[in-house]
């Protein structure tokens, strides 16, 4: 998970396009974020996994 985020990008994009949330559970929440820019997703799909990060980090907070 540490790796390059043009690397990531990918795996992201597809876990979202085929809307495999529970697979979102495997990335912590700072690669999503920090791969999120790079990643070609509906407006509507990029606020939802904003909304997950922001919950992930109260959670753990």
Do not use: C, Y
């Not at 990008?9 to 791969?35: C, M």
């Not at 990029?46 to 753990?60: F, G, S």
């Amino acid at each position: 998970m540490g790796g390059p985020p043009e690397r990531l990008a990918p795996i992201l994009e597809q876990v979202l396009a085929g809307g495999l949330w529970e697979e979102l559970e495997k990335f912590p929440p700072d690669v999503v974020d920090r791969v999120l820019p790079r990643v070609a997703t509906p407006r509507h799909i990029r606020r939802l996994v904003e909304i997950w990060i922001e919950e992930k980090r109260r959670q753990a907070a």
